[in-house]
């Protein structure tokens, strides 16, 4: 599934949860799912920056895909990267780098996705850009 | 004091729904809300008077620069200084030590030492972190107690006669506590000469503050914490001790005489604010200075006992919540708090979906969430517009939201 089809995919299942206390429970159950991250991997260079709760998110390469793994100390920021760690997972370095699409536009989230540059979603994002495009260069 | 209800009502803000429900607001540790009458001094100046203060020779620059003026005389007052020459306006509590570290350590000798406490708020420790680089000052910590309070015993060993200033938090924005300044003021006196500044940004919205009865040198004050607007704020300083100290920041207005190679400084208050100050911000400042008056800081300080007492009945009887609350008698409306097994940021998402507005993070006291091994709790603070219905309420979407996240 393109990085596309699957924004649109989870966009349509946010949409199912009116109000933001269901779409919290929603990001929560994700988190919940989330249980392959192993603990040795949350150390500091694996750690996203400007989130209020510690958020790791840590790349792979495999056969020409990238794969991230992700995690964090609270259960909506955790199901959050784990919803954009899918997102990305399983695309090539270049179609990452080249992909345009504004998650905090798609995603109605509320606080937790206002478009504010300090923003922890923003940082998690940046980290993924970051780290494809240094393999596309 | 006036009815809450009645209060609620002089603050447009409450009349907005959060995500459905009404607004449960909890945060004034961080900022409070501001009244009408705050919000349309500001804009009356705009419509009415606007023009820069001290320079005209027109009616409006001197209506604007009288009302500004006038927000001293009415500070003054507010916490009995001697002076209105005493009241340096600067654009809160954190310029306010900046300008203090800056402008008095500068003065001292190299190995000199400053007293602090282990639960200051960041603004009371950098800027003397800052001054300490450049002058090869060292700080020391007063310790903080498993109660939360400051370690009394701790604090006079540290004086000595290497003290040069004490500076501390008078009502803590983690857990409440209320140091004895009086006491403290006599044990520097008595055992050093150093210079006693009080951090007044959760104290002076709650709290009457004498300058001249607490014993203390210089006081720092956050306007937007008191139903002023933000950027604005007050240091006050003992008139002889502001004379003798150099300006902080260079410009237009705080001068008397200025030359190519030199110049003079203006008297007291004005060499120390430099350029065109915020008067509009002054003016709304003094508009909040009013509003409390009128309520008198007396009963503000009263509803803000009773409802701590109320607030710490009711989160106390839901179970697995910490609290980090002094257990002294007298203390603020502050509970910063935390669940085993469920995050803060978590808590404070999940209590705003119920309308509930509180803080999570460390809330600028980075070091001392770290003394407690904890990476961050969420915060409720009480003011003059809530009652026990919104500790109720506060309760409730907690032990809702513990359902969900546990």
């Given at each position: 599934?393109s ?52 958020v ?26 784990t ?33 504010a ?12 850009k ?8 | ?28 540790g961080?900022?409070?809300?501001k ?7 500001m ?15 027109y009616?409006l620059?001197?209506e ?5 003026e ?7 007052k507010?916490?009995?200084a001697?002076?209105?020459d005493?009241i ?10 900046n ?8 003065n ?47 604090l006079e060993?540290q ?15 983690i ?8 006491t ?45 607007p ?6 006050w ?15 237009g ?11 003079t400084?203006a008297?007291?208050p004005?060499k ?9 911000e ?46 002294s ?7 910063a708090?935390?669940?085993?097994g469920?995050?803060?940021t ?26 407690l ?31 969900i996240?546990?």
């Amino acid at each position: 599934m393109s990085i596309e089809a699957k924004v649109e995919k989870y966009k349509k299942t946010l949409s199912l949860f009116p109000n933001p206390q269901e779409k919290y429970q929603y990001l929560i159950e994700q988190a919940k799912l989330n249980e392959d991250f192993p603990p040795e991997l949350r150390i500091d260079e694996f750690k996203v920056n400007g989130c209020q709760s510690q958020v790791w998110l840590v790349p792979e390469e495999k056969e020409e895909k990238l794969h991230f793994k992700s995690d964090s100390d609270a259960l909506i920021a955790k199901g959050l990267v784990t919803l954009i760690a899918t997102i990305y997972s399983d695309e090539s370095a270049q179609d990452i780098a080249d992909s345009e699409i504004d998650l905090m536009e798609e995603f109605e989230l509320g606080v937790i996705l206002s478009p504010a540059r300090r923003n922890g979603a923003f940082s998690m994002l940046r980290m993924i850009k970051e780290f494809s495009k240094k393999l596309t260069n | 004091m006036k009815q809450v209800s009645k209060i609620k009502k002089d603050f447009p803000i409450f009349q907005r729904l959060i995500n459905g429900k009404e607004l449960t607001y909890l945060d004034s540790g961080a900022t409070s809300q501001k009244p009408n009458i705050v919000i349309d001094s500001m804009s009356e100046v705009y419509k009415q008077n606007n023009a820069n203060v001290h320079r005209g020779t027109y009616v409006l620059s001197s209506e604007t620069t009288t009302k500004y003026e006038d927000v001293r005389n009415k500070f003054k007052k507010f916490i009995n200084a001697n002076s209105p020459d005493e009241i340096v306006f600067t654009k809160g509590c954190t310029e306010g030590f900046n300008l203090l570290a800056n402008s008095l350590c500068k003065n001292l000798s190299e190995g000199d030492e400053i007293l602090l406490s282990e639960i200051e708020h960041h603004a009371n420790i950098i800027p003397w972190q800052m001054a300490s680089d450049r002058y090869g000052l060292i700080i020391k910590y007063v310790n903080v107690d498993d109660n939360f309070n400051l370690d009394m015993n701790h604090l006079e060993s540290q004086l000595t006669e290497k003290t040069k200033i004490v500076s501390l938090v008078g009502e803590s924005n983690i857990s409440g506590m209320l140091p004895d300044i009086k006491t403290i003021s006599n044990l520097i006196k008595n055992k050093t000469e150093a210079l006693f500044i009080l951090d007044g940004a959760q104290l002076v919205p709650h709290r009457e503050v004498d300058v001249q009865e607490l014993g203390i040198d210089f006081l720092c004050v956050s306007g937007h914490k008191m139903l002023g607007p933000t950027g604005i704020g007050v240091v006050w300083g003992k008139k002889e001790l502001l004379e003798n100290m150099d300006p902080v920041y260079g410009g237009g207005d705080m001068i008397e005489e200025v030359y190519y190679d030199k110049a003079t400084w203006a008297p007291i208050p004005h060499k120390f604010e430099a350029g065109t100050p915020p008067y509009v911000e002054a003016i709304g400042l003094g508009a909040a200075v009013d509003y409390l008056s009128d309520l008198t800081m007396a009963e503000v300080q009263k509803h803000s006992d009773h409802l701590r007492l109320y607030a710490k009945n009711s989160l106390e009887k839901i179970n697995g919540l910490n609290i980090i609350h002094t257990d002294s008698e007298n203390a603020g409306c502050t509970f910063a708090m935390s669940v085993d097994g469920a995050h803060a940021t978590d808590i404070s998402l999940m209590l705003d979906t119920y309308g509930v507005a509180v803080r999570a993070g460390h809330h600028c006291v980075q070091p001392f969430h770290r003394k407690l091994k904890i990476d961050a709790t969420f915060r409720a603070t009480g003011y003059i517009y809530n009652d026990e219905k919104d500790f109720d309420t506060l309760a409730n979407a907690i032990e809702e939201s513990l359902k969900i996240l546990r």
